[in-house]
Each structure stands twice: as C-alpha cells, then as structure tokens.
C-alpha cells in the first residue's frame, strides 16, 4: 500500500490557500487510489523538539563516523524516531506558502530536525553529499502573494521558497518531483478564478 506523507506549512487552517490546493490533490490522488494511506504532519502543532546544542552535536557526532553517547545518544534517537515517520513514507505532499520569500520557519525547523546523515542523506569526502530516499516522488504546492513566476525579480520578490525545497529534496534523494503554483493570490485581478484553476490543475495532476 502506498504511503503518503502530507506536510502543511500553512498555520491558517481553513482559510490556507495552498492547503486548499494540497487538499484537491489529495482527494483526486484518493478518488484514483481508494486504498492510499495518508499521514498528516500539521508543524504548528506538532511537538517539534528545539534542534539545540544536544542535538546538532548528535548530528556532527554522527556525521563525523563516531556514535553518541549520554544525553547525546538519547537526543539522537529521538531524531531518528521523528525522521523514520518521513522517510518510510513513498510519497510526500506538501503546502507551502511563501514567507518573506522562503518557506515557513515551522517547515524549516522540521527539516532541520529530520534531515539527518545515515537517514535522509551520506556524504562522501571527495564526491559530496548523496541522497540515501530511493523511487520517492514529492509533490509540491505553492502560494505567494506577490511573487510570481511573471513579474520581474526583485521587484515582487525572489523565490528561495522552490528552489530551497528542490534544494532539499534533491539532497535527500528525491528527485520526481512536480511542483503547482498558485502565485500571486493577493491582489489579482481574478484571485478566485486563479484559485479555482489551481486547484483543478492540482486535481488534474494527481489523476
Ligand atoms: C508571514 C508572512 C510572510 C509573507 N511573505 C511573503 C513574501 O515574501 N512574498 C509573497 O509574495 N507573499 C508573502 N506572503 C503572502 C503569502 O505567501 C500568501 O498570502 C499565501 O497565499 C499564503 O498561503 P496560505 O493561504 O496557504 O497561508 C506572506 C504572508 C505571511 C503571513
């Protein structure tokens, strides 16, 4: 059965715009494949432990070939707990607004936690890092209200939201990766139309 894992950057609730997107997706992926099973991490919520000293030193202990021990060793295995919900899934879905033209610190702040070496990532000394996410596919949707892919950088703003998630993704191993936008949404003159197109886009993607 295929899992997918579905991450809301969006704090908004009800009123998120790509959460709405994200959802039209998911309920066309559904629709298509009634027995997809769906794992939801909301970030504002989620108890997301503080990547401190603890941690980062776990992460640098374990980077450098050596194994934690004491307060670092149980702080390591409670990473890895969290990061082995991502990385058992197959599929990753994921909303994201813009936010002073990256993603949402909540969603940094959980790739940070989870982006690990020995789990989403190796590195080699002299070829770099490599993915260790093998035949995953990540679906990315996207809002900004002023950014868009047509107007003119930097006036409306630049995209380090995409191209960090590509970034990331692609660092991790994940490179089947399909991206809707729905940018601008303020001030627009048909927003609800743009709308409404995105999320038949998104409809149409996943069917
Ligand atoms: C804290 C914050 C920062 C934002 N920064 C940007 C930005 O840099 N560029 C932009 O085009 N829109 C920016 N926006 C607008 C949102 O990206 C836009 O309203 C988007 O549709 C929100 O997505 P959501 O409805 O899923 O929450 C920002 C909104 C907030 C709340």
Do not use: C
């Not at 919520?45 to 194994?67: C, I, Y």
């Not at 058992?88 to 940070?112: C, E, T, V």
């Amino acid at each position: 059965m295929t899992k997918l894992f579905y991450i809301k950057a969006s704090p908004r609730g009800e009123s998120s715009r790509s959460v709405a997107v994200a959802d039209a997706y998911l309920a066309a992926l559904r629709a298509k494949h009634p027995d997809i099973e769906v794992d939801v991490l909301d970030p504002w919520t989620a108890d997301l432990p503080e990547f401190d000293g603890d941690r980062a030193n776990a992460k640098l202990t374990v980077f450098d070939g050596q194994t934690n021990q004491g307060a670092q060793a149980t702080r390591w295995d409670e990473i890895v707990k969290i990061a082995t919900r991502f990385t058992q899934a197959d599929r990753y879905l994921f909303a994201i607004p813009m936010w002073n033209g990256s993603i949402p610190y909540k969603l940094k702040h959980y790739i940070d936690v989870i982006h690990q070496p020995g789990l989403l990532f190796g590195f080699d000394p002299a070829k770099g890092y490599f993915g260790l996410l093998k035949g995953k596919k990540a679906t990315l949707v996207y809002t900004s209200g002023a950014f868009s892919q047509a107007f003119p950088s930097p006036a409306f703003g630049v995209d380090h939201q995409s191209a960090y998630m590509r970034a990331w993704l692609n660092q991790a191993g994940v490179t089947d990766i399909e991206e809707i936008r729905y940018q601008p949404t303020i001030l627009t003159p048909d927003s609800e139309g743009d709308f409404a197109r995105a999320k038949a886009q998104a409809a149409g993607l996943a069917r």
